[in-house]
């Protein structure tokens, strides 16, 4: 039973903010069920709350409308609803990061969740990621110009020293005895609505520079390679499972050079190039 009405800027999935709204409803009302919200929104189907809630059915923006109005959403709450709906409904890369952009607008979310704001932005920049591995080379320099001029491409110094601030504000480097920068063990979250938007772009990004590595550094420098095959449901797996383990093969592997020289990006990528045939099974 939820013995306190969620607040609604507290979340990032509007199912989840149902799914605790009703709970919380149908124990503080005894005539508040799936039926009587579906009679007050103007629905027909009686469990349609349910089917919402449990992902079966998506809402449309009249749905949207009547749900902020039977739950008596207030302007800002009820803006804040259709904006996390269409973040949770986007279809596309693109129309996600919007989404999350918009989401981050409301001043109750942010004060709620002030870091989020930097988390996102974190993965937005491919280069955050890369200056903060740049920490942990011997010659590194914390000069904003230097650090712009090392990377490839290169970045110009606004957007290193803007980098900077922001690692140190999400505590992803800090300083040593010393005063040098040096990463942390701070780790960021991807899992949320909000951050995976941002996520999902730096992903994009970086198998985009994959493809210009062909042509900006010689065979030397890169290895890039592919297969084609066909494979079963249960064979995919295991390969994303085998994936997985490699790729925390590889970070051991990095945790444990202790005289890196460069910085390096490594991506995995297994997708379908044609549709999925199940097989027909004899009865």
Same mark, same amino acid.
């Given at each position: 039973?939820?013995?306190?009405?969620?607040?609604?800027?507290?979340?990032?999935?509007? &199912?989840?903010? +149902?799914?605790?709204?009703?709970?919380?409803?149908?124990?503080?009302?005894?005539?508040?069920?799936? &039926?009587?919200?579906? &009679?007050?929104? /103007? !629905?027909?189907?009686?469990?349609?709350?349910? +089917?919402?809630?449990?992902?079966?059915?998506?809402?449309?923006?009249?749905?949207?409308?009547?749900?902020?109005?039977?739950?008596?959403?207030?302007?800002?709450?009820?803006?804040?609803?259709?904006?996390?709906?269409?973040?949770?409904?986007?279809?596309?890369?693109?129309?996600?990061?919007?989404?999350?952009?918009?989401?981050?607008? =409301?001043?109750? !979310?942010?004060?709620?969740?002030?870091?989020?704001?930097?988390?996102?932005?974190?993965?937005?920049?491919?280069?955050?990621?890369?200056?903060?591995?740049?920490?942990?080379?011997?010659?590194?320099?914390?000069?904003?110009?230097?650090?712009?001029?090392?990377?490839?491409?290169?970045?110009?110094? /606004?957007?290193?020293?803007?980098?900077?601030?922001?690692?140190? %504000?999400? %505590?992803?480097?800090?300083?040593?005895?010393? /005063?040098? +920068?040096?990463?942390?063990?701070?780790?960021?979250?991807?899992?949320?609505?909000?951050?995976?938007?941002?996520?999902?772009?730096?992903?994009?990004?970086?198998?985009?520079? /994959? %493809?210009?590595?062909?042509?900006? =550094?010689?065979?030397?420098?890169?290895?890039?390679?592919?297969?084609?095959?066909?494979?079963?449901?249960?064979? =995919?797996?295991?390969?994303?499972?085998?994936?997985?383990?490699?790729?925390?093969?590889?970070?051991?592997?990095?945790?444990?050079?202790?005289?890196?020289?460069?910085?390096?990006?490594?991506?995995?990528?297994?997708?379908?190039?044609?549709?999925?045939?199940?097989?027909?099974?004899?009865?």
């Amino acid at each position: 039973m939820q013995s306190k009405q969620p607040v609604i800027f507290e979340y990032d999935n509007y &199912r989840l903010y +149902l799914r605790d709204l009703y709970a919380y409803l149908k124990g503080s009302t005894s005539h508040f069920s799936y &039926r009587y919200f579906s &009679r007050k929104a /103007g !629905f027909r189907s009686p469990n349609f709350l349910k +089917l919402v809630i449990e992902g079966k059915r998506n809402l449309s923006q009249e749905s949207i409308e009547r749900f902020a109005q039977a739950l008596k959403l207030k302007k800002e709450e009820a803006e804040f609803f259709r904006a996390l709906v269409h973040l949770n409904q986007a279809e596309t890369i693109d129309e996600r990061k919007h989404c999350a952009e918009q989401l981050m607008r =409301f001043r109750p !979310f942010r004060r709620i969740h002030p870091i989020r704001r930097d988390q996102f932005d974190y993965y937005s920049k491919w280069y955050h990621i890369a200056i903060r591995e740049l920490t942990s080379i011997p010659e590194f320099s914390e000069d904003p110009a230097w650090i712009a001029a090392a990377l490839m491409p290169p970045v110009s110094p /606004g957007q290193a020293r803007k980098a900077l601030e922001l690692l140190l %504000g999400l %505590g992803l480097v800090e300083r040593d005895e010393s /005063g040098r +920068l040096r990463q942390t063990d701070s780790l960021i979250t991807t899992g949320d609505e909000v951050i995976s938007a941002s996520v999902a772009d730096y992903h994009r990004e970086m198998i985009k520079k /994959g %493809g210009e590595a062909i042509e900006r =550094f010689p065979a030397s420098k890169r290895d890039i390679s592919s297969v084609t095959v066909a494979l079963s449901e249960k064979t =995919f797996k295991e390969m994303k499972q085998s994936i997985q383990r490699f790729r925390k093969e590889l970070l051991t592997m990095a945790d444990k050079d202790k005289d890196p020289e460069a910085v390096y990006q490594i991506n995995f990528q297994l997708f379908p190039l044609s549709k999925e045939f199940k097989k027909r099974h004899e009865e």
